[in-house]
């Protein structure tokens, strides 16, 4: 399902540098820059707060609307987000211009819905590879997510990315053959089918043993 459009608002910054960014944030604001469309990239300052609830809301994936003094601006994608690892507070955010209904290239995270029949009734294990994969559509269009039903899969079988369904207008740009989640024994269900050998099979072999009759 595609997230509404969200709306940001934000300042050019007449000044840059590290004080200037200590200064921004000490104000409720991130730096950020906005590029694309073959325009200079422009430094400017996101509300802190309304940016906070637009990640919470989709804009994180979603199309969101630059506004300036209370005037839409432009559209736009967040395509990097830099965390402060002590505080975990954004740090900076890199926004590529897009138009509404142009076609963009995003990566986007992939749900399993639903439980594989090989883990319930079979006691196997989800593993999944693929925590994403890039698709291409419009922008005003994208998802949020890609879901997967596993529900049908069993012990050793999976799904790659050219199984997986998009929206219409969508096409997949991860390689078709990609492994996105398998379905695996447990090693408690390996032990036990090892244990069921018969004995002579599990036997190893002794390098340098003779054989009878030598």
Request: charged share 25%.
């Given at each position: 399902m595609?997230?509404?459009a969200?709306?940001?608002p934000?300042?050019?910054?007449?000044?840059?540098?590290t004080?200037s960014?200590h200064?921004?944030r000490?104000?409720?604001?991130?730096p950020a820059v906005?590029?694309g469309?073959?325009?200079?990239p422009?430094?400017v300052a996101l509300?802190?707060?309304?940016?906070d609830?637009a990640?919470?809301?989709?804009?994180?994936?979603?199309?969101v609307?630059?506004?300036?003094?209370?005037?839409?601006v432009?559209?736009?994608?967040?395509?990097?987000?830099q965390?402060?690892?002590?505080s975990?507070?954004?740090f900076h955010v890199?926004?590529?211009?897009?138009?509404?209904?142009e076609?963009?290239?995003?990566?986007?995270?992939?749900?399993?819905?639903?439980?594989?029949?090989?883990?319930?009734?079979?006691?196997?294990?989800?593993?999944?590879?693929?925590?994403?994969?890039?698709?291409e559509?419009?922008?005003?269009?994208?998802?949020?997510?890609l879901?997967i039903?596993?529900?049908?899969?069993g012990?050793?079988?999976?799904v790659v990315?050219?199984d997986?369904?998009?929206p219409?207008?969508?096409?997949?740009?991860?390689a078709?053959?990609?492994?996105?989640?398998?379905?695996e024994?447990?090693?408690?269900?390996?032990?036990?089918?090892e244990?069921?050998?018969p004995?002579?099979?599990?036997?190893?072999?002794?390098?340098?043993?003779?054989?009878?009759g030598?």
């Amino acid at each position: 399902m595609a997230t509404k459009a969200l709306t940001i608002p934000f300042e050019l910054r007449e000044k840059t540098g590290t004080s200037s960014a200590h200064a921004l944030r000490a104000a409720g604001k991130v730096p950020a820059v906005v590029y694309g469309h073959g325009v200079e990239p422009q430094h400017v300052a996101l509300d802190a707060k309304a940016f906070d609830e637009a990640l919470h809301h989709g804009g994180r994936t979603g199309i969101v609307t630059l506004s300036e003094n209370g005037k839409n601006v432009e559209t736009a994608l967040v395509r990097e987000i830099q965390i402060n690892p002590v505080s975990q507070k954004v740090f900076h955010v890199d926004l590529q211009r897009v138009g509404v209904h142009e076609s963009v290239h995003a990566k986007l995270p992939v749900v399993m819905v639903g439980v594989a029949r090989g883990v319930k009734d079979s006691g196997g294990v989800m593993d999944v590879i693929a925590h994403e994969l890039e698709i291409e559509g419009p922008a005003d269009e994208l998802p949020d997510r890609l879901e997967i039903d596993v529900a049908g899969l069993g012990i050793h079988e999976h799904v790659v990315a050219g199984d997986v369904k998009l929206p219409k207008g969508f096409k997949m740009l991860t390689a078709a053959d990609t492994t996105v989640v398998v379905i695996e024994a447990s090693r408690t269900a390996s032990q036990v089918e090892e244990a069921a050998l018969p004995a002579e099979q599990l036997q190893p072999e002794v390098i340098g043993q003779k054989s009878e009759g030598e």
